[in-house]
């Protein structure tokens, strides 16, 4: 079954510094999400990206942040300037299409922020 | 706007028993409703959805779910549980297809046996 990968797993950075946060959705799925959890705290919606362009963003998703698409396979979040609170479990989802449903979770990767 | 209230923080069940995890969303139209589990360490596993139609929905690994309007709510309840089924578990709700999922906080559910 098909499923939305995403790398690395875990990245620990410093304060100040930019990361890059990969995902590979499903193939022939055109939507595109991050969320993130803080460690015990809910799921959190940052953005949505549809058509190479964000349709969707949280207050979260500030200019510190960025998402792109550079190919036909992966799907990007940047934080240019890591802040201490930017540590949590970041999620990608991917959706068919938009007469359908189910947004599918990739594993997430857990960044560290010191 | 959307949110989603899981009352329950934490749940203890005996193995076998019943369980029923509560579920309550605030949506002015007729919202698309989800249960996702999470394993410790693992991602969002999709359990089950509710869009339209019959409002009691089957899942995987034995879980179902009610939509009940009047109420607004979604509970997922499974009638015997099993060890394997110790996780935190996420309420859901979206305002349309291929819209934003807000969360609820999570119910996380212990099995002893």
């Known amino acids: 079954e098909p499923e939305v990968t995403q790398t690395p797993s875990h990245q620990v950075t410093q304060m100040g510094q930019e990361v890059i946060l990969r995902c590979v959705p499903i193939?022939?799925?055109?939507?595109f999400y991050w969320y993130r959890q803080i460690l015990g705290q809910k799921v959190e919606f940052l953005v949505s990206f549809y058509n190479n362009e964000i349709s969707e963003k949280s207050e979260i998703f500030d200019d510190q942040f960025s998402v792109e698409r550079p190919d036909g396979s992966n799907f990007t979040l940047k934080i240019r300037s890591t802040k201490l609170e930017d540590s949590a479990m970041y999620f990608c989802?991917?959706?068919?299409?938009?007469?359908?449903?189910?947004?599918?979770f990739g594993p997430g990767t857990r960044l560290t922020v010191l | 706007a959307q949110s989603v209230t899981q009352p329950d923080i934490h749940i203890t069940v005996s193995e076998g028993a019943s369980l029923e995890l509560r579920c309550n969303y605030s949506y002015g139209a007729t919202p698309y409703l989800f249960w996702y589990v999470q394993s410790p360490g693992q991602g969002l596993q999709l359990l089950l959805k509710y869009f339209s139609g019959d409002t009691l929905v089957q899942g995987i690994k034995g879980f179902e779910a009610e939509f009940k309007r009047s109420q607004s709510s979604f509970n997922l309840r499974k009638p015997s549980v099993h060890w394997s089924d110790a996780a935190e578990y996420f309420c859901?709700?979206?305002?349309?297809?291929?819209?934003?999922?807000?969360f609820g906080a999570g119910t996380i559910l212990r099995v002893k046996s």
């Open positions: 859901a709700v979206g305002a349309r297809q291929g819209n934003k999922l807000v």
């Open positions: 989802a991917s959706i068919r299409q938009v007469t359908t449903d189910t947004q599918y």
């Open positions: 193939s022939n799925h055109l939507y």
